[in-house]
């Protein structure tokens, strides 16, 4: 293993990101694995790749759409029905602080 | 100078100083399709919360998202409209944990957007900048419950996710309004155009069309942007304007107060006429964005692209330029306020028919604000000739128009019903020399030159033809007899 790539602090960070609660024991074993998930990733940095156009996603094609036609839509009691919490019609969640991202 | 002084413009500057507002709008427009973005429900505004749904607005496990074709086209009208260059594009996830997108990311574009580099004109002339206009999701609406209706007292929140993956898109200009007003003309301006193209019905009441305003202050001459504040919650022109002006002057008193400006979002309050701090920059949020793995990439053909180039309506721009053309004496704003309330094509018609230019955009601007209902060009353009020849006068002309708005038909007719038919010469004549017998006295001083007495006589022939005397022709004619 060569230098370290990520600091204990940014996986903390990241993980806090995705509202992962690790404790301190997981927190040492996954900077660890990332540290190795990036040496790997530093491998392929390593290779001239100039003349390779950047891969946008695996499957080699593009322009998939669809026609702007009206399909089925979903039962709202039914959907409701498996939600933690519903009220008028609506989904019940938590009070949201502040206002969306 | 401190350091500080040096690097952000403006701050601790003397009272008198004479500042500028910099002004960039991020708009985002809902696309005018039946369907939602990337699944088949309806994208349509109101209905019952929750109806207007499917596993892909849900976010349910294994469900996939595909592109909407006509959302693809639409954001290629705008690009083309707003003179950007299209481009092969990209998705992204950007993610983020709230509520309002059930499956904790929104799909956007993000470093690869479909268009970029345009501009837009402005009536004025002035061209301003678009960085970008890139294809996104909406987001569901939440309404929060208890607390006195206070988003920090809410006791819950609900959530209705009818809006969620409707078609969004997101048009970045650059920072290159200097006003308020500025501001307004373009959000007006990219509005029309976004419904000229049929993008959007652009109704900021409905939230279809939203603006968020990046403001920021400088002292005039300064060649450095100061620190801006990022404003949202503006729902209408006016709010724009006002909140754009409020929040200038904030960052002006706080700069001449020696307080530097915090990069902020700021929330617009209309019922009080202020901006308040949502959030600082520090506390921004990290989206972690990366391509989106179920969508491919987007790559229109050239074909496709001038294919809808070709399909193009007429522009605001193009159409202002028209019937500053055939109206050459009318002026700019004028010209604006047709092309905004869509009476241009009815202008130009009643002028190619022979219609006077500027009595035609008199009426249209004067007197039809609420709309042409069932007037024709050809009925427009016969009135404004009726004025020409004196057969009506001004007041009796707009009442006339009134008729022909509300039930169409001839002026002939319409002016006939409402009795204004047009006096003869000789009918006009003989009421002026009985007038004159009749006021011996107001005669002679008239004669004598006391031109105050011209309003007299006139007054007198119209209180006796109930107003159907056109008051031209009686000036000449007293003047005629006065020799």
Same mark, same amino acid.
């Given at each position: 293993?060569?230098?370290?790539?990520?600091?204990?602090?940014?996986?903390?960070?990241?993980?806090?990101?995705?509202?992962?609660?690790?404790?301190?024991?997981?927190?040492?074993?996954?900077?660890?694995?990332?540290?190795?998930?990036?040496?790997?990733?530093?491998?392929?940095?390593?290779?001239?790749?100039?003349?390779?156009?950047?891969?946008?996603?695996?499957?080699?094609?593009?322009?998939?759409?669809?026609?702007?036609?009206?399909?089925?839509?979903?039962?709202?009691?039914?959907?409701?029905?498996?939600?933690?919490?519903?009220?008028?019609?609506?989904?019940?969640?938590?009070?949201?602080?502040?206002?969306?991202? | 100078?401190?350091?500080?002084?040096?690097?952000?413009?403006?701050?601790?500057? #003397?009272?008198?100083?004479?500042?500028?507002? +910099?002004?960039?709008?991020?708009?985002?427009?809902?696309?005018?399709?039946?369907?939602?973005?990337?699944?088949?429900?309806? !994208?349509?505004?109101?209905?019952?919360?929750?109806?207007?749904?499917?596993?892909?607005?849900?976010?349910?496990?294994?469900?996939? #998202?595909?592109?909407?074709?006509?959302?693809?086209?639409?954001?290629?009208?705008?690009?083309?409209?707003?003179?950007?260059?299209?481009?092969?594009?990209?998705?992204?996830?950007?993610?983020?944990?709230?509520?309002?997108?059930?499956?904790?990311?929104?799909?956007?574009?993000?470093?690869?957007?479909?268009?970029?580099?345009?501009?837009?004109?402005?009536?004025?002339?002035?061209? +301003?900048?678009?960085?970008?206009?890139?294809?996104?999701?909406?987001?569901?609406?939440?309404?929060?419950?208890?607390? %006195?209706?206070?988003?920090?007292?809410?006791?819950?929140?609900?959530?209705?996710?009818?809006?969620?993956?409707?078609?969004?898109?997101? =048009?970045?200009?650059? #920072?290159?309004?200097?006003?308020?007003?500025?501001?307004?003309?373009? +959000?007006?301006?990219?509005?029309?155009?976004?419904?000229?193209?049929?993008?959007?019905?652009?109704?900021?009441?409905?939230?279809?069309?939203?603006?968020?305003? !990046?403001?920021?202050?400088?002292?005039? %001459?300064?060649?450095?942007?100061?620190?801006?504040?990022?404003?949202? !919650?503006?729902?209408?022109?006016?709010?724009?304007?006002?909140?754009?002006? *409020?929040?200038?002057?904030?960052? =002006?008193?706080?700069?001449?107060?020696?307080?530097?400006?915090?990069?902020?979002?700021?929330?617009?309050?209309?019922?009080?006429?202020?901006?308040?701090?949502?959030?600082?920059?520090?506390?921004? *949020?990290? *989206?972690? *964005?990366?391509?989106?793995?179920?969508?491919?990439?987007?790559?229109?053909?050239?074909?496709?692209?001038?294919?809808?180039?070709?399909?193009?309506?007429?522009?605001?721009?193009?159409?202002?330029? !028209?019937?500053?053309?055939?109206? #050459?004496?009318?002026?700019?704003?004028?010209?604006?306020?047709?092309?905004?309330?869509?009476?241009?094509?009815?202008?130009?018609?009643?002028?190619?028919?022979?219609?006077?230019?500027?009595?035609?955009?008199?009426?249209?601007?004067?007197?039809?604000?609420?709309?042409?209902?069932?007037?024709?060009?050809?009925?427009?353009?016969?009135?404004?000739?009726?004025?020409?020849? %004196?057969?009506?006068?001004?007041?009796?002309?707009?009442?006339?128009?009134?008729?022909?708005?509300?039930?169409?038909?001839?002026?002939?007719?319409?002016?006939?019903?409402?009795?204004?038919?047009?006096?003869?010469?000789?009918?006009?004549?003989?009421?002026?020399?009985?007038?004159?017998?009749?006021?011996?006295?107001?005669?002679?001083?008239?004669?004598?030159?006391?031109?105050?007495?011209?309003?007299?006589?006139?007054?007198?022939?119209?209180?006796?033809?109930?107003?159907?005397?056109?008051?031209?022709?009686?000036?000449?004619?007293?003047?005629?007899?006065?020799?």
């Amino acid at each position: 293993m060569g230098q370290q790539r990520i600091t204990r602090a940014e996986c903390a960070h990241v993980a806090a990101l995705a509202r992962l609660e690790l404790t301190d024991e997981e927190l040492d074993r996954f900077t660890g694995q990332l540290d190795e998930l990036l040496d790997h990733v530093a491998e392929v940095e390593a290779l001239d790749l100039e003349a390779l156009p950047p891969t946008m996603h695996a499957l080699p094609i593009a322009n998939l759409l669809r026609p702007d036609t009206p399909g089925e839509v979903l039962d709202r009691d039914e959907v409701l029905a498996q939600a933690p919490f519903a009220e008028d019609g609506q989904f019940r969640v938590p009070p949201v602080l502040g206002e969306a991202p | 100078m401190s350091d500080e002084a040096q690097t952000i413009p403006g701050l601790g500057a #003397p009272a008198d100083t004479e500042w500028e507002t +910099v002004v960039g709008l991020e708009v985002h427009a809902e696309l005018a399709t039946a369907t939602k973005l990337f699944s088949a429900s309806p !994208n349509r505004f109101g209905g019952e919360p929750n109806t207007h749904i499917d596993p892909v607005s849900l976010g349910l496990p294994g469900s996939l #998202p595909v592109l909407n074709e006509k959302a693809v086209e639409l954001a290629i009208r705008v690009g083309l409209a707003l003179n950007c260059r299209i481009q092969p594009s990209v998705f992204a996830r950007k993610n983020y944990f709230y509520p309002d997108m059930p499956k904790d990311f929104q799909i956007s574009q993000y470093d690869q957007p479909i268009n970029v580099d345009g501009w837009l004109e402005l009536p004025s002339g002035k061209r +301003v900048g678009i960085e970008r206009a890139h294809l996104e999701e909406d987001t569901g609406k939440t309404v929060h419950i208890g607390g %006195g209706g206070r988003i920090h007292e809410a006791g819950y929140s609900l959530v209705d996710y009818n809006r969620a993956g409707v078609p969004l898109i997101e =048009i970045v200009g650059h #920072p290159e309004l200097r006003s308020a007003e500025e501001a307004r003309q373009y +959000v007006s301006e990219l509005r029309s155009i976004l419904v000229a193209v049929g993008a959007s019905d652009g109704k900021m009441e409905e939230g279809s069309l939203r603006v968020d305003c !990046n403001v920021s202050v400088r002292p005039v %001459g300064s060649d450095r942007l100061g620190t801006r504040c990022e404003i949202k !919650n503006v729902n209408s022109l006016r709010s724009l304007g006002r909140a754009i002006e *409020y929040e200038a002057r904030r960052q =002006i008193d706080q700069l001449t107060s020696g307080q530097a400006i915090e990069q902020q979002t700021r929330h617009w309050n209309e019922d009080d006429g202020r901006t308040h701090a949502l959030r600082s920059k520090e506390e921004d *949020y990290d *989206y972690r *964005y990366f391509p989106e793995p179920d969508l491919l990439p987007l790559n229109p053909s050239t074909e496709w692209v001038e294919q809808i180039r070709h399909a193009l309506p007429a522009l605001p721009r193009d159409r202002r330029m !028209n019937l500053a053309e055939a109206a #050459p004496s009318v002026d700019i704003d004028n010209i604006a306020l047709a092309v905004e309330r869509s009476m241009d094509e009815l202008a130009l018609a009643a002028i190619s028919g022979g219609g006077a230019a500027e009595r035609v955009m008199t009426h249209i601007v004067q007197n039809l604000a609420d709309g042409s209902g069932q007037l024709t060009p050809e009925a427009l353009a016969e009135l404004v000739g009726m004025e020409e020849a %004196g057969e009506l006068t001004a007041t009796q002309a707009k009442k006339v128009l009134a008729v022909l708005v509300e039930g169409g038909g001839s002026p002939q007719d319409a002016a006939q019903t409402l009795g204004f038919e047009a006096m003869d010469t000789d009918e006009l004549e003989s009421l002026v020399d009985s007038l004159i017998a009749e006021h011996a006295d107001e005669w002679s001083r008239f004669c004598d030159g006391d031109a105050k007495l011209t309003g007299f006589f006139v007054g007198q022939v119209m209180k006796a033809t109930q107003g159907r005397a056109d008051g031209k022709a009686v000036t000449q004619l007293l003047n005629s007899r006065r020799g």
